[in-house]
């Protein structure tokens, strides 16, 4: 069964910027299309962004200017930057399989921004 | 943007009986690109619904979903401990795609 394992840095500093990877389980990776989304404390959640492995990729457009998503098929691996981080960027961030809707979802990675 | 308002914020149930969760969201979008979520304490949420009335796979029969344009409503009947969790609702007929606040179900 697919899983999908998010890994980060846990805190980051204001300003700075945060980058998760989410590792995919099987070989899946070129054949799907990938996700971000968070869920910051008391917030509903937010759909950041999704990739293909054929280049195609979609923001939100409130998240567009800081953030950008990437596949690597030959580590299995999606990942996430987004610059310039504020303490509202404090959230779990979910890896998941889909584009836009029907998610299969990781567990989640807690980032805290803060000095 | 879309907005998808879901009542009540919060219900609480005996084993046994039917939770009916309703999301509106601020105008029309099409079923087939409508889904809910289960998400129970410490755990990432889980597809239960998609298209607003298709289950996913292993869901229990007891997930049942319907609606169109504007209202969309996610029913539990028979409840049992398990279900206790927030239920959220998502709209991808348009992007950027959006969730509702969720709606929390405790069994008592």
């Known amino acids: 069964q697919l899983r999908l394992q998010e890994s980060g840095p846990g805190l980051v500093k204001p300003s700075e910027t945060l980058s998760l990877t989410c590792t995919v389980s099987?070989?899946?990776?070129?054949?799907?299309?990938w996700s971000w989304i968070r869920q910051a404390p008391g917030k509903r959640l937010e759909w950041i962004a999704y990739?293909?492995?054929?280049?195609?990729?979609n923001y939100n457009p409130s998240l567009e200017s800081r953030a950008t998503i990437s596949v690597d098929t030959s580590k299995n691996q999606v990942s996430l930057k987004l610059n310039s981080v504020t303490a509202a960027d404090t959230a779990v961030y979910y890896c998941?399989?889909?584009?836009?809707?029907?998610?299969?979802w990781g567990q989640g990675s807690q980032v805290i921004v803060s000095s | 943007e879309i907005v998808l308002t879901q009542s009540p914020g919060a219900l609480s149930l005996s084993p046994g009986e039917r939770a009916t969760l309703s999301c509106r969201a601020s105008?029309?979008?099409?079923?087939?690109?409508f889904d809910w979520y289960q998400q129970r304490p410490g755990q990432p949420p889980r597809l239960l619904i998609y298209?607003?009335?298709t289950r996913a796979a292993g869901i229990p029969d007891r997930f049942s979903g319907s609606g169109s344009g504007t209202d969309f409503t996610l029913t539990i009947s028979g409840l049992e401990p398990e279900d206790s969790a927030v239920y959220y609702c998502?709209?991808?007929?348009?992007?950027?795609?959006?969730f509702g606040p969720g709606t929390k179900v405790e069994i008592k």
């Open positions: 998941a399989r889909g584009s836009t809707g029907r998610y299969f």
């Open positions: 099987d070989d899946s990776i070129s054949l799907n299309y």
């Open positions: 990739v293909h492995s054929n280049g195609e990729v």
């Open positions: 105008q029309s979008v099409d079923a087939i690109f």
């Open positions: 298209g607003a009335s």
């Open positions: 998502q709209q991808y007929s348009y992007s950027p795609y959006t």
